[in-house]
Nanobody, 113 residues
């Protein structure tokens, strides 16, 4: 059974950092095209970043230079390091296989100004 579990969210002040984790089971994370998404209240779901099965990464302009993805193959876990957080980064963050379900429950990130 494919499962994704996000964790690591929390509340921080602007300028702070968080590292989100995406623990995968039922498939091999680094062999999949993965994405981090976020949804803020009243907003559509936004694609934050992607990493392909060959390791190629792309970031939304809004997070470029501040967010970095990585993977630990031994743990079958992906990470999203988020630095210099801004209030507009406040959202529920999800990881998912691109174009495929299921999605996890997400993890809340709240950035206070």
């Amino acid at each position: 059974e494919v499962q994704l579990v996000e964790s690591g969210g929390g509340s921080v002040q602007a300028g702070g950092s968080l590292r989100l984790s995406c623990a995968a089971s039922g498939f091999i994370l680094h062999e999949a095209d993965m994405g981090w998404y976020r949804q803020a209240p009243g907003h559509e779901c936004e694609l934050v970043s992607t990493i392909s099965d060959n390791g190629e990464q792309h970031y939304a302009d809004s997070v470029k230079g501040r967010f970095t993805m990585s993977q630990d193959n031994a743990k079958n876990t992906g990470y999203l390091q988020m630095n210099d957080l801004k209030p507009e980064d406040t959202a529920v963050y999800y990881c998912a296989r691109r174009g495929l379900g299921p999605w996890g429950q997400g993890t809340q990130v709240t950035v206070a100004s």
